[in-house]
């Protein structure tokens, strides 16, 4: 890999593709144009993620999968070392808990000059695991903190023990326009096999505790409108899910899509976001839906507010509150009008705060500071 342009490796876990995974589908091509990225890998037996990786050779990104044969596998840590040392990249930035507990540790034994790490969230707001002690612990050698919003930061700092002094605020960025093209405006009706005038709800996440989607569920259940529910996501909760669906007596009205590769195009089809969240670090769904112009109902808590403006581009109600989420959807499901203007003013903000140019200069900037400080002797916080 020689070339007169700065080398950066992104180190991540992937599993699935959710939000960290299509932010640095986003981001590292665009960055490829100033720098040269290659990305590691970390990815269970079996799990290939083929049609993934085949996106970012295809924009001439180097990628290696490593195998992790266990949670804790402490081969990967001198994989990733012996790669380092042939790639020897002038930055190392890591992503998600394995990508930092391996990353951060392969490139201290290199003694690689130049550490950053995004933190994307947590799985559990209100119980963090002990990893990420550990993970704080490592913390102390990096140079920059990447928060992915501003209340990630307490959190950060809650969780894993880094100084807020280290942290820097990078929101995610999406392309309005490449992603809203993106759509079929009659699949979601087709799917449900409804006509226009229902109401259809639509939301994206993995089904997993701190989605709240029980507090959706429970909320539908009240709703005196007509509405159909989209989910699309798949993950642990599914079956309770659907059987507390069976519960309330809504299944009729609520389908599971699982994992789909066509989220834009049955977004373009419906009338209504909904993400009922107990804590996000970021919500990239939430850009999803802005750049089809739909209103959002969601919970006022970590960093949607900072994406979604209440009463302007959505409605925030308290997370857990059933009562006040069944109000928002029934506000905006009798109030198409209402709806329209919030989908327009959310397609501003994400034009104008949220896009990939903005995402792109900023971790741009940051990189050639840390490249110029390290060249002058300045040592790392």
């Given at each position: 890999?020689?070339?007169?342009?700065?080398?950066?490796?992104?180190?991540?876990?992937?599993?699935?593709?959710?939000?960290?995974?299509?932010?640095?589908?986003?981001?590292?091509?665009?960055?490829?144009?100033?720098?040269?990225?290659?990305?590691?890998?970390?990815?269970?037996p079996?799990?290939?993620?083929?049609?993934?990786?085949?996106?970012?050779?295809?924009?001439?990104?180097?990628?290696?999968?490593?195998?992790?044969r266990?949670?804790?596998?402490?081969?990967?840590?001198?994989?990733?070392?012996?790669?380092?040392?042939?790639?020897?990249?002038?930055?190392?930035h890591?992503?998600?808990?394995?990508?930092?507990?391996?990353?951060?540790?392969?490139?201290l034994?290199?003694?690689?000059?130049?550490?950053?790490?995004?933190?994307h969230?947590?799985?559990?707001?209100?119980?963090?695991?002990?990893?990420?002690?550990?993970?704080?612990?490592?913390?102390?050698?990096?140079?920059?903190v990447?928060?992915?919003?501003?209340?990630?930061?307490?959190?950060?700092?809650?969780?894993?023990?880094?100084?807020?002094?280290?942290?820097?605020?990078?929101?995610?960025?999406?392309?309005?326009?490449?992603?809203?093209?993106?759509?079929?405006?009659?699949?979601a009706r087709?799917?449900?096999?409804?006509?226009?005038?229902?109401?259809?709800?639509?939301?994206?996440?993995?089904?997993?505790p701190?989605?709240?989607?029980?507090?959706?569920?429970?909320?539908?259940?009240?709703?005196?409108?007509?509405?159909?529910?989209?989910?699309?996501?798949?993950?642990?909760?599914?079956?309770?899910?659907?059987?507390?669906?069976?519960?309330?007596?809504?299944?009729?009205?609520?389908?599971?899509l699982?994992?789909?590769?066509?989220?834009?195009a049955?977004?373009?089809?419906?009338?209504?976001?909904?993400?009922?969240?107990?804590?996000?670090?970021?919500?990239?769904?939430?850009?999803?839906?802005?750049?089809?112009?739909?209103?959002?109902?969601s919970?006022?808590?970590?960093?949607?507010?900072?994406?979604?403006?209440?009463?302007?581009?959505?409605?925030?109600?308290?997370?857990?509150?059933?009562?006040?989420?069944?109000?928002?959807?029934?506000?905006?499901?009798?109030?198409?009008a209402?709806?329209?203007?919030?989908?327009?003013?959310?397609?501003?903000?994400?034009?104008?705060?949220?896009?990939?140019?903005?995402?792109?200069?900023?971790?741009?900037?940051?990189y050639?500071?840390?490249?110029?400080?390290?060249?002058?002797?300045?040592?790392?916080?």
């Open positions: 890999m020689k070339s007169a342009r700065d080398r950066i490796l992104h180190v991540i876990k992937v599993k699935g593709v959710s939000g960290a995974e299509n932010h640095l589908l986003t981001l590292l091509p665009e960055l490829n144009r100033t720098f040269d990225i290659s990305l590691v890998f970390l990815v269970e079996g799990n290939d993620m083929e049609d993934f990786v085949s996106k970012f050779k295809a924009h001439g990104i180097p990628v290696l999968r490593i195998n992790m266990y949670h804790l596998d402490p081969t990967v840590i001198w994989k990733i070392y012996y790669l380092i040392r042939k790639w020897k990249p002038h930055i190392v890591t992503h998600l808990l394995h990508g930092d507990l391996y990353g951060i540790s392969a490139a034994f290199t003694g690689s000059k130049i550490l950053v790490s995004t933190k969230g947590y799985d559990n707001y209100e119980n963090t695991s002990v990893f990420y002690r550990l993970n704080g612990i490592l913390g102390r050698w990096l140079d920059k990447i928060t992915i919003s501003h209340a990630l930061k307490p959190k950060v700092a809650e969780a894993e023990g880094i100084s807020p002094s280290k942290m820097v605020t990078i929101h995610y960025g999406l392309d309005a326009e490449e992603y809203a093209a993106l759509k079929d405006e009659g699949l087709s799917i449900l096999g409804v006509g226009p005038e229902v109401c259809i709800l639509g939301t994206v996440g993995r089904l997993v701190v989605k709240g989607y029980e507090t959706l569920l429970e909320a539908l259940a009240g709703l005196a409108r007509d509405y159909r529910l989209l989910i699309m996501g798949d993950g642990p909760q599914r079956g309770a899910l659907e059987k507390k669906c069976g519960e309330l007596g809504i299944s009729e009205k609520v389908v599971f699982g994992f789909t590769s066509r989220v834009s049955i977004l373009s089809g419906i009338d209504l976001f909904v993400l009922p969240t107990l804590g996000e670090g970021f919500g990239l769904v939430l850009l999803e839906a802005m750049a089809h112009r739909l209103p959002i109902v919970t006022n808590t970590m960093a949607v507010p900072e994406i979604v403006e209440d009463h302007h581009t959505g409605l925030l109600v308290p997370p857990r509150d059933v009562t006040a989420l069944r109000r928002a959807l029934e506000t905006l499901i009798k109030d198409p209402r709806r329209r203007v919030m989908g327009e003013e959310g397609w501003k903000k994400l034009k104008n705060e949220f896009s990939v140019d903005r995402m792109v200069r900023e971790t741009s900037d940051l050639k500071d840390l490249l110029e400080k390290y060249r002058r002797g300045v040592r790392r916080n």
